[in-house]
């Protein structure tokens, strides 16, 4: 008796247990992100120029994810990155709402910080260590958004 052809590849795999290693595994995209990113200290006009004219076309984890906009790099003066970043200039299409929350470092002693393993130990062997990380709302201005 022959067996059933598959209509997936995770039904292909089931077919397969026991006579393959392949491991599958579900990735989740993200459709019509917006994000601002406030950055300090160094050299910024260099870096502000280098996002203007990309060496290569920016994407959001894959080649084939694009990004719908141009980057809009802008040095501004600020008191810190929250204030940064309520200067943001959003593009004139966008009508929906935005989630106006930060990630910055947190104090140690902050009950509320969330861990997050992504402060760069080796990057070819993929080791990264734990930092703690404070979510912080931020306000967009209304003349700012629209």
Same mark, same amino acid.
């Given at each position: 008796m022959?067996?059933?052809?598959?209509?997936?590849?995770?039904?292909?795999?089931?077919?397969? /247990?026991? /006579?393959?290693?392949?491991?599958?595994?579900? !990735?989740?995209? /993200?459709?019509?992100?917006?994000?601002? =990113?406030?950055?300090?200290?160094?050299?910024l006009?260099?870096? #502000?120029?280098?996002?203007?004219?990309?060496?290569f076309?920016p994407y959001?984890?894959?080649?084939?994810?694009?990004?719908? #906009?141009?980057?809009d790099?802008?040095?501004?003066t600020?008191?810190?990155?929250?204030?940064a970043?309520?200067?943001l200039?959003?593009?004139?299409?966008?009508?929906?709402?935005?989630?106006?929350?930060?990630?910055?470092d947190?104090?140690p002693a902050?009950a509320?910080?969330?861990?997050?393993h992504?402060r =760069?130990?080796?990057?070819? /062997?993929?080791?990264f260590?734990?930092? !703690?990380? #404070?979510m912080?709302?931020?306000e967009?201005?209304?003349?700012?958004?629209?």
């Open positions: 022959r067996p059933q052809t598959p209509q997936s590849r995770p039904e292909a795999l089931e077919q397969a /247990r026991g /006579r393959s290693n392949v491991t599958i595994t579900l !990735r989740d995209y /993200r459709c019509g992100p917006l994000f601002g =990113v406030a950055v300090w200290g160094g050299e006009p260099p870096l #502000a120029e280098a996002l203007r004219h990309p060496v076309v959001l984890g894959r080649k084939s994810c694009p990004l719908a #906009a141009p980057l790099p802008r040095i501004v600020a008191d810190g990155p929250g204030q970043l309520a200067l200039r959003l593009p004139p299409w966008h009508g929906g709402a935005v989630a106006r929350v930060m990630a910055c947190a104090d902050d509320a910080a969330e861990t997050r992504d =760069v130990i080796d990057r070819r /062997r993929w080791h260590a734990p930092r !703690r990380v #404070a912080v709302p931020v967009i201005a209304p003349e700012v958004a629209g």
